[in-house]
């Protein structure tokens, strides 16, 4: 297996990347002007650096990935080499006046004959090429230590121009409208289902908050969202998320309680108008001992079964039992008809978001910054996990 590889690129595009943004990108790498960076997108491949070890290779196509260009790395095949002491050739013809090494010492290709890696001129193995006369050992060593720049006018600038090493953190977003709209969905999603597994089993689990900034990271990740915009963006979708749960589920409690005091409101409705029309009746007509007794007979207040067999300790039972109660109820019953309308304002005024927030313990702290911090860490690192 080869540790050399020749970096290529042939102007290729990572799907879900803005054209724009990969070509201001790679010119922001290499350093270059805008116009210089069009002419590597126009088809034809290039090779990047010739003879890059396996280290910095892999590290120039992750750089170029993450910004969302495609690079090949095209294995290098170097010629088997053993050192020789001492080797004896037969002088060629011609050369000997013009300094020919006929004994030479160094690394050399066991073949016998190759072609000059400048003129291609085909040959035997010598120190120096018969046809252009360049001397190998120093060409290929120039060859190999080249730094293969983007452009032949920044050839000779400095090396760490091509450093990759410096190039861990390139100002890279990639903010995918597909990938947020995933996200969106799936925090509308989790949002719900955050509500229905709490009214359920009539409690909230706090990892769900966790799957829900997951699944909104993932989900943008996976469809091409990159760096802190887009993780940003996917943090704040996770914390309504979760936020907005919590409040649809507070908001289903106060309307479950309301339903409830209204019905049983409605039930005590009945009963507090009979009660009510029969303290009005009382003071509109009772007026005399007889119309009391008249009163008390048909209203069920004694067991006498006759109006003429009412007695005495009747009438003491009702004034000492029964008439507080009328009078109290007779002075009080506009706030009993207000109870209700009261009642449901005093729901209406709750703050439901100051009430969750008042409600949040350690661990409910702990799940929502698991899952805003995922979310973000899904959408900006995402490359990472999905490399095309």
């Known amino acids: 297996m080869s540790d050399h590889f020749n970096v290529v690129f042939s102007g290729e595009i990572i799907d879900g990347f803005s054209s724009s943004d990969v070509r201001q990108n790679f010119a922001k790498v290499f350093k270059i002007e805008l116009h210089q960076a069009e002419k590597y997108f126009a088809g034809k491949t290039k090779t990047l650096k010739k003879e890059a070890d396996h280290k ?51 690394e050399y290709s066991l073949q016998t004959k190759f072609s000059c890696p400048k003129c291609k001129f085909i040959q035997q193995q010598g120190g120096d090429c018969i046809s252009c006369g360049i001397i190998f050992e120093k060409y290929l060593e120039k060859q190999n230590t080249e730094i293969t720049t983007p452009d032949s006018s920044i050839r000779n600038q400095p090396k760490d121009r091509t450093d990759f090493s410096n190039l861990a953190n390139p100002p890279i977003d990639n903010i995918n409208k597909n990938a947020l709209i995933a996200a969106s969905i799936f925090a509308i999603v989790g949002a719900f289902i955050w509500k229905f597994i709490a009214l359920v089993f009539d409690m909230e689990f706090g990892f769900i908050a966790w799957i829900i900034g997951g699944s909104v990271g993932f989900s943008a990740a996976y469809l091409g969202a990159r760096g802190q915009k887009s993780g940003l963006i996917c943090g704040t979708l996770a914390f309504v998320a979760i936020i907005g749960g919590k409040f649809m589920v507070y908001d289903a409690i106060i309307n479950q309680s309301v339903n409830s005091v209204s019905i049983e409101n409605a039930s005590m409705g009945e009963e507090i108008e009979l009660f009510r029309k029969k303290v009005e009746i009382y003071y509109d007509e009772v007026d005399s001992e007889q119309s009391k007794k008249v009163f008390i007979y048909e209203n069920g207040y004694t067991e006498a079964e006759t109006i003429n067999n009412i007695s005495e300790s009747d009438l003491e039972y009702f004034d000492d039992a029964i008439l507080p109660v009328f009078e109290t109820f007779y002075d009080a019953k506009e706030e009993i008809d207000d109870f209700k309308t009261k009642l449901v304002d005093k729901f209406d005024d709750t703050n439901i978001l100051a009430l969750i927030f008042s409600n949040l313990y350690f661990l409910d702290f702990l799940f929502l910054f698991l899952g805003v911090t995922t979310a973000y860490r899904l959408a900006d690192n995402g490359y990472q996990i999905f490399k095309v």
């Open 56 to 106: 910095t290779a892999y590290q120039i196509k992750s750089v170029m990935e993450k910004f969302g260009a495609v690079v090949e790395l095209q294995p290098t095949i170097k010629p088997r080499t053993f050192t020789l002491d001492s080797i004896s050739l037969e002088p060629i013809e011609g050369r000997e006046k013009e300094g020919f090494k006929t004994t030479f010492e160094g």
